[in-house]
Every structure is written in C-alpha cells, then in structure tokens.
C-alpha cells in the first residue's frame, strides 16, 4: 500500500510538471484527490490494515495528498503569471508612438465677424441684446412706421406664418421691443445680431436667410453727428484706418432723415474699379435718426428723446473684408472655404 501511494504521489507530481494549461490541473486534482480520485480510492482500502499499519499508512497518504496539493497550487500561480504575462504582452500599447493629430476646429467665418462686430460695439459702450426670429406683423412694420398697406412693405418680401406671425425680415424689430420694454425710458445703447429672412431667390447676393446686426442709441439729445462720428470708427476699425465715411440720404419709413453709408473703395482707393462700380464707394449700411412716430409709439416722448439706428449685414462686411464674391459660401460648410478663415 506505501508502494501504491508513493507511485500515486510519482505520478500525479509528473503529470503536473507536464501540465501547461490550468484546466489540465484542475482534471488532474479531480483525477488524484476528488472522490472518485486513485488517492480515495487508496485509503478506501485502509480498513483492511492492521492496528499497527494504518496510522504509519495514514501519515504517508496525508503527506501524498499535502504534497500533490501544493504542486498543484505552486503550478497552478506559475501558469497563472505566464497567462498574464502573455495578455499585457498581447495588449501592450506602445507609448513611444507618436499620437493621431486632432485637427483644430475654429469658429465659422460668420460667427468670427459677428463676434469682432460686436467687440467693436461693446467698446463704444453698447450692450447685445437679442430677439425673436419668428416675430409678429407689429413689431416687424406697425411699430416701425409702417401701417398695413403702407407701399413701404412691398420693399421686403416677406414670409407670413399667419396674419399676424411672420419670419422677421430685419433686425428693427428689437429696436422697439427693446424701447418699449424699458418702460421708465431710461437710455438705450444696444446692438442686435440675428438671423432675417426674406423671400428671394438664393444667388451671389441674395439669401433668403441671412445675418443682420442692428444698432440703436436713444438718448436726451443724440443727433446725427454721434451716428457719424460711431459709424466713421467702426468702418475705420473693420476695413483700416485709411477708409473714409460718406453718408447719402436715403428712405427708411423709422428713420428720419435716413442715410445709407459707403466706405471709399480700398482695391482702387476711390478712384472708379470694377468692385466699387466705377463710383469709387462701396455702400455698406443703412440708418437715420430714429422716426418721431416710432420714438412714441414706444413709450418715448419725441420732444425729450431722439436716437440714431443702423442696420448692417455681416455677410456683405465680410465679403467686402475678405474679397468673397458669392454670399451662399457662408452657408455651404465647405471646410476648404472655412479653414481658410480659421484664427490661429
Ligand atoms: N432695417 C433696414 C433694412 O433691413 C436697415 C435699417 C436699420 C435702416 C435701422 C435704418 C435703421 O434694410
């Protein structure tokens, strides 16, 4: 019987040495230990034995069983080891690499001129307002001296919602919401960006969506000389120093007078090209002193308050800026024509 587990104990230990997958230990314990296994079945037999022999066998079978167990579990640490070696090996990554580069997003051309047009105009002192883009039939014309059938509306085409309800097809409208909010008629100095739409055939210069910025000062005693003196600044921060302002009168049924303003022509510094139309101006916005009837329609008493208001479209500023020749550029997302514009 010392034989039989010794043989047993010879046995079991080789195959362990030969193992080289975990499983194969676990087969092998169940084999030699477990209850079916050659070690129990041994000792199975033990009843057989003397007084005498069974605590001498007894003491060998627990040295077998101690001894297959500890070769078991020392190899089984070892394979162990080996699998995670392998699997860090296998899922290495090399840090030495150099990484994918991540390409710089910037902000779209628009966005950027809105953005320099405002810091232009926050830094005479006027604050960003915001307004509806979906707007009502008052406060895109009745507010802004133009009654129903007034031919003046035929000058924007509009798209209606309802009667009432339309797409706004200019920035004016937060002129007097913004009065007209401010009920103890305190001073106004705001400007607007925003989308407007209109109904026109999409070409070079037409959009039937497109940007404007509004502006408006409404104070005691603005005139028209503080609209010329902002408007000089900001063509001369936009477009160099070197530009000159001229003012044109011209009609808008809330200002009055009204003007349209021009910069001299920088690709031929006034002297008639092609861009300017042999004129020697570009024209780059329209405004006037706002309409006594808009003023009071508003809250604000045309004896005590005046104001001046512009409108501009940062399309055209940053087609004239940039030499871009076709406006539907600044709504394609071409990222060739973008990148282009990006800030470093
Ligand atoms: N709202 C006018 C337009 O869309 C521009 C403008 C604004 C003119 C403010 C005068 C004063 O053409």
């Known amino acids: 019987m010392k034989e039989q587990l010794e043989s047993i104990q010879a046995e079991a230990l080789d195959k362990i040495a030969e193992a080289d997958e975990r499983k194969q230990l676990q087969d092998i314990k169940v084999a030699y230990l477990g209850k079916k296994g050659s070690l129990t079945s041994v ?28 070769a078991l579990d020392e190899k089984d640490e070892k394979l162990e080891k080996e699998e995670m070696e392998e699997q860090l090996e296998a899922e290495a990554i090399d840090i030495s690499l150099p990484g994918r580069p ?22 005479m002192g006027f604050e960003v307002r915001e307004g509806p883009e979906v707007e009502t039939d008052y406060f895109n014309f009745e507010a802004l001296n133009l009654p129903k059938n007034h031919p003046a509306r035929d000058m924007q085409d509009t798209f209606y919602i309802t009667n009432e309800l339309l797409m706004r097809t200019h920035t004016s409208p937060v002129q007097a919401r913004t009065m007209k909010a401010n009920e103890q008629n305190k001073p106004v100095k705001m400007i607007c960006p925003g989308k407007v739409y209109r109904r026109d055939t999409d070409d070079a210069t037409h959009s039937h969506q497109f940007t404007q910025i509004e502006g408006l000062y409404v104070d005691t005693d603005v005139r028209m000389s503080d609209l010329k003196g902002i408007l ?42 092609s861009v300017c139309k042999q004129t020697g101006w570009i024209e780059i916005l329209g405004g006037g002193m706002v309409h006594p009837n808009v003023l009071e329609m508003a809250g ?31 709504y394609l997302n071409d990222k060739r024509f973008l990148k282009q514009y990006h800030k470093a």
């Open 232 to 273: 000089d600044k900001f063509a001369k921060k936009m477009f160099g120093a070197d530009r000159e302002i001229r003012l044109r009168p011209s009609f808008f049924p809330f200002t009055e007078p009204s003007v349209e303003m021009d910069i001299s022509c920088k690709v031929c510094n006034g002297e008639g090209c």
């Open 102 to 123: 991540v390409p710089d997003g910037g902000a779209h051309l628009l966005t950027s001129i809105v953005e320099e047009i405002e810091d232009l105009f926050i830094g």
């Open 43 to 70: 000792l199975r037999g033990m009843g057989k034995l003397s007084k005498e022999e069974r605590p001498v066998v007894g003491e060998i079978a627990n040295r077998v069983r101690e001894t297959i167990t500890a």
């Open 300 to 330: 604000y008493d045309p004896e005590k308050y005046s104001g001046f208001a512009f409108g501009m479209g940062p399309e055209r500023i940053a087609m004239l800026k940039y030499g871009i020749n076709d406006i539907r550029q600044f």
